[in-house]
Every structure is written in structure tokens, then in C-alpha cells.
């Protein structure tokens, strides 16, 4: 496709080698000036925002230069020698605010506020993706200069769309909000991946994925607006002539699908400049004491188990009629849980740098959460609610009064003789390891010592937990093994220094039961049990090997996912200890395992912090 709009294009040289231009897609460069061919100030290109900037310096290899934008708020940029494999500026080339200074390793450079993820690289990714039978690939529409505003949907095609819920994602209103793509990556390739508990999720869920909204602005370089200036993400509630050809696509498909029913998800990713991620929740004062409340209920299940996002980072607004969160509540209340969700630029509230895989991370944790939000329950990732539990004794329903329960309530009780219980079961599953969390409101109120039962086949665990802490949140419990078929139940009772509150659980598979035999033959190696356990931020994990070989000693969270590589390496006999610092990872139980050639063994830690 081409377009008739010739991209804007700044090529200036500042002496006889060095040379500034953004005459490619999304660049974005104003001016340059130099006064000693060593420090450049640079402007961009500024609509209701000069944050991005995205340029290409040439003639500067083994050249130190200093640059600084103060038309933008970065505090460490991007660069790449070759357009596509981006790195952050180290703080040593960061100075001072909205600046980098650097000896370039080679002749040309790009530097950019963020990772780019322009139209051309967008459209690459959807050749891929609509191949795949899972996905049926619309243009909703044109924009002004000929752009396709483009839909990715994505659900199993041989179960009934009336029969499932749905869920719409769109991302890049905002052009320079790259972050927010590679997040919204991270969600098309979590759902087409092969996994019994996606594939259940895509049987019950259909996701309409809009990737840009507005796409223009992307090909132009633009910060916050389309071509002409506009902000499409205000632009909801204005006459149909002061409206966008964007706002109107995407109004006519939404209504279009809204005809048959209301959309269980909206989610409308963005990206900030603060350094945290956050979910903007609308006040109960605009919107009701009901949705505020399955507002946060959503927020929460996306901040358990997420190092990067934390209920702390959240975000409280008025709900605003010209934004698209305010244009469907006026049409469907609070029918639509509505959303918007920013990604920052920088850092998360953890202090780790943020980059496209966390962010795809973030994009993979949105899928489980939404399901879990919708109350999907499959065998390997199972949903237990109050309303399925056996009620022993006086407990009293509650639906208010707290922003941390799953569900429609949670269930109350005074201290009491232990005789009043709430079970929960699951139904019979297959053999394997399985990881139990649960949620609760917290209170002051509340007991210290609430006691749990749970009961695995032949196993059975007692434990207590605090119920005044943590609440809103998928706490750990316990890891159990299932060896033969059987179900899971999880009994709490009331025989407690405090208030008793029974509300959901979680319950997830981790791997395969392999018994001792299987695993390895005792005289090859020892995996021993890390020290300390529970840990915080630091443990030793020490293996013993009888025979040299080829070696990895791997991490894994309850979802099965591996988030390290310790040792990767032929290793000799002997005795070997691994410092493993988890200072980047959430609280909860993770596996180590071991492989010496084509043997293996695991064991579970548990990271308290």
C-alpha cells in the first residue's frame, strides 16, 4: 500500500559527518542545534504532547555526543544499530533528565523514546497471526489518508459466538504509547497458544483485539493524536461532524456487536510516564457502588501474582462522557466493565526496567485474569466460589462494604467452637502437582489463625493463615500431589481468635506427578531442598552429582512458565551450591528443577516477601 502523504523529513547536518533525520516511518524530529558538534539539542514535532521522539544520527561512529530534547520527559531512551534490536541508555549515559550522551559503536544510530512498534512491523505480525484458523482478520474501516482500522478475532470457530462472553481490547489511541502494543502482543500470542486451558478459555470467551485504533497517528510520528491534530480518545462524545473517522469505525462495529449483547470486558490499553503501571478506576460517585466495586474486583485478580503491577498503583478518576469508558456506560451502565489499563515507559513500581517481554508478560497475565474475572474454571486452573461451597453451621452472605472479594460476596462468621465450616471441592482430577492459593477480605477484625484443611487424595494439610492482611489478592496456601485421581477439597472452620471471612480459591496444575523411579536412578545426583525455605529475596540451591554431564538447573512459576536459567553447562562430579536472588519475582511457590542428561528432579521453594 502506499500512501499520498509524504512522511516528514528533517535532514540536518551539523558539520561534515554528523547528520539528524526521521525520514522513515513514525520518525519524529523537529530541529537540531549544536554550537560545538558535540552537544545537539534536539525538538520534536509536538501536538497536544512532545513526548515522542524517534530519529536517526549517522556519522557517529567512535564519536562521543551529548543530546538533550526538552521539548520530551524521558528519563532513559532507547537505541539500535540496526532499527529492531533496541537497548536502554544506561544511567552512566543518562545523566541529567532528557538527555543521553554516548561513544556510538558504529557509523549510524536510531534512538527512540521507547521501543518503536510501527504500522509496517504491525501489519508483518497480522500476516502471521490471520493465518492461523483461530483468528478471523477484518478492516472495520478507512481513515482519512486510507489506513485500515483492523480486527484480530479471536475464539474457538466451532463453538456458537451467542454462546460464549466477550471481551474487547484496543490499544494505540495514543501513538507514541508503544509499550501498550507490545503488551497487546503479548495477549494475541498467549491466545493462540496451544494449552488445554486457553483452549478452554477461547470455548467460552470470543476477543475482539483492535491492535490500532489509530493508525495514522502511528505512521506520522504523532504523540498523542491523528494526522490533523485531533485526540481520538476524547473525541466520544462529539457530533457526528466534529467526530473522527477513527471514533466512528470503531463506534459503528462496537454497536454493531452490542446489538446482540453487551460486552462483559472493555479494556483500553495505554501507556505513561509514571513509573508504575495502573488501572484509571472510576469513582462510585459517577458510575455506581456495584461497578466500582467489580471494577476493583477486576483490577485485583491483574495484580496477583504480577511483580510489576501492584494494588497500590492503581488510580482513581471521574468517568468522563468524551472518553470510550464514559460512551458506554451512558448506553449500558454498569452491564460493561470498563477499563483503562497504562503500561509505563520506564520502570514498574518494583523498580525493574520495563521491556517488550515483560510487557508481553503483562499481556499474557491479562488473559488469565480476565478469565478468572469471568469465572472460567477449568481442571488446571480451577475457580472455586463461595456459592458452590458446602455451608456448615450460621454464616452470613455480605456484598459490600469491601473492594477485595471475589465474586458477588463472601461469606462471614464470629469466632465460634470449630463445629461451623464452608468446603470447597473440585471435581475429580488427573494425577499431578497442584498449587492452591486463596482470596479474602481483609479486616483488622479478622482472625490470625483462620485454619485450613485441605485434603488431597491421601493427603492432608492443616495450616493457618492471617485473614487481616493481603486481602483482595491470591494468597498461597499450599502445593499437593495428586498420584492418583482424585478431588481437592479445602475446608475452612471458625474456631479462630477472630473473624472468620470464606470467599474463593484457586487451584493450579504445575506439572506431572514422576515417582522417584522415573525421575532419576539414585546414583547419579542429589537435588537437595534450598536454604533457607521460605526464602526473601535469597536462597541456596546445592545439587550433588556422582558423574560429570550436561547440566540445567531451571525456575519455574505455579503456571509452569520458566522465569530462569541457573545453570545451563557441562559440569564435573561433586558438590555444587547456586545463589538464586528472586528479587524481580512475586511472593508464592515456585519449582526448581534439576536435569542431568535425560534424568530429572524438582523441588518446590517458596518466596515470602
Not at 158 to 163: A, I, K, L, R, S
Amino acid at each position: 500500500m502506499k500512501y499520498s502523504l509524504l512522511l516528514f523529513a528533517l535532514i540536518v547536518t551539523l558539520n561534515s559527518q554528523i547528520k539528524f533525520d526521521a525520514d522513515f516511518e513514525s520518525g519524529n524530529i523537529k530541529s537540531v542545534s549544536t554550537t560545538d558538534s558535540v552537544n545537539y539539542s534536539v525538538t520534536t514535532i509536538s501536538d497536544i504532547g512532545g513526548r515522542w521522539f524517534y530519529f536517526r544520527i549517522t556519522g557517529v561512529e567512535d564519536k562521543f555526543i551529548k543530546v538533550s530534547i526538552p521539548t520530551t520527559d524521558f528519563s532513559r531512551a532507547m537505541y539500535s544499530y540496526n532499527n529492531k534490536d533496541y537497548h536502554r541508555f544506561t544511567a552512566e549515559e543518562t545523566p541529567s533528565y532528557a538527555s543521553f550522551q554516548k561513544t556510538f559503536e558504529k557509523d549510524t544510530v536510531y534512538v527512540s523514546y521507547y521501543t518503536p512498534y510501527n504500522y509496517s512491523y504491525l501489519q508483518e505480525r497480522i500476516d502471521e497471526w490471520k493465518n492461523n484458523s483461530l483468528v478471523v482478520y477484518s478492516e472495520l474501516g478507512r481513515t482519512d489518508r486510507d489506513f485500515p482500522i483492523q480486527e484480530l478475532k479471536i475464539t474457538d470457530p466451532f463453538v456458537p459466538d451467542n454462546e460464549k462472553y466477550k471481551v474487547w481490547i484496543h490499544a494505540r489511541t495514543h501513538p507514541s504509547e508503544t509499550p501498550s502494543s507490545w503488551q497487546f502482543e503479548g495477549i494475541v500470542e498467549t491466545l493462540l497458544k496451544d494449552d488445554p486451558v486457553i483452549d478452554y478459555y477461547r470455548k467460552n470467551i470470543v476477543f475482539y483485539l483492535i491492535p490500532f485504533t489509530n493508525p495514522e497517528g502511528v505512521y506520522y510520528g504523532r504523540s498523542r493524536t491523528n494526522f490533523d491534530g485531533v485526540d481520538v480518545e476524547s473525541n466520544w462524545n462529539k457530533s457526528d461532524d466534529e467526530t473522527t473517522t477513527e471514533v466512528k469505525i470503531l463506534k459503528q462495529r462496537m454497536l454493531e456487536l452490542l446489538v446482540i449483547d453487551t460486552f462483559d470486558v472493555f479494556l483500553n490499553l495505554h501507556s505513561q510516564a509514571a513509573s508504575f503501571c495502573t488501572f484509571w478506576i472510576h469513582e462510585w460517585t459517577t458510575t455506581s457502588d456495584y461497578f466500582y466495586r467489580k471494577e476493583y474486583q477486576f483490577a485485583n485478580l491483574h495484580t496477583s501474582d504480577n511483580p510489576y503491577f501492584s494494588d497500590n498503583d492503581y488510580s482513581e478518576s471521574t468517568l468522563k462522557p468524551w472518553f470510550p469508558e464514559g460512551w458506554l456506560w451512558n448506553l449500558y451502565g454498569d452491564k460493561v466493565m470498563a477499563l483503562t489499563y497504562e503500561t509505563p515507559y520506564d520502570q514498574y513500581s518494583n523498580d525493574d526496567w520495563v521491556n517488550n517481554d515483560n510487557l508481553k508478560e503483562i499481556g499474557e497475565r491479562i488473559v488469565y485474569a480476565t478469565a478468572e474475572y469471568l469465572e472460567l474454571s477449568h481442571p488446571e486452573h480451577i475457580i472455586l466460589d463461595n456459592k458452590n461451597a458446602v455451608v456448615n453451621g450460621n454464616w452470613t452472605s455480605i456484598n459490600q462494604n469491601s473492594l477485595e472479594f471475589f465474586g458477588d460476596d463472601f461469606l462471614f462468621k464470629i469466632p465460634g467452637d470449630g463445629n461451623s465450616s464452608v468446603t470447597f471441592s473440585t471435581q475429580i482430577l488427573d494425577t499431578g502437582v497442584y498449587n492452591i492459593y486463596s482470596m479474602w477480605p481483609s479486616n483488622s477484625g479478622n482472625a490470625f489463625d483462620a485454619k485450613f484443611k485441605i485434603n488431597a487424595g491421601n493427603e492432608e494439610i492443616e495450616l493457618t493463615k492471617t485473614l487481616k492482611e493481603n486481602g483482595g489478592q491470591w494468597n498461597y496456601l499450599a502445593s499437593v500431589s495428586l498420584k492418583e485421581e482424585s478431588n481437592i477439597s479445602i475446608t475452612l472452620n471458625d474456631n479462630a481468635s477472630g473473624n472468620i471471612v470464606a470467599d474463593a480459591f484457586r487451584i493450579i496444575k504445575s506439572g506431572d506427578v514422576t515417582s522417584v523411579k522415573e525421575k532419576y536412578l539414585p546414583n547419579d545426583f542429589v537435588l537437595y531442598q534450598n536454604y533457607p525455605n521460605p526464602f526473601n529475596p535469597t536462597t541456596k540451591i546445592k545439587f550433588e552429582l556422582n558423574t560429570p554431564g550436561n547440566t540445567t538447573l531451571k525456575i519455574y512459576d505455579v503456571l509452569g512458565k520458566e522465569v530462569a536459567v541457573l545453570v545451563n553447562d557441562y559440569l564435573s562430579s561433586g558438590t555444587h551450591e547456586i545463589n538464586f536472588v528472586a528479587s524481580s519475582l512475586a511472593s508464592g511457590m515456585y519449582l526448581y528443577k534439576i536435569q542431568v542428561g535425560n534424568k530429572w528432579d524438582a523441588r518446590k521453594m517458596i518466596l515470602v516477601k
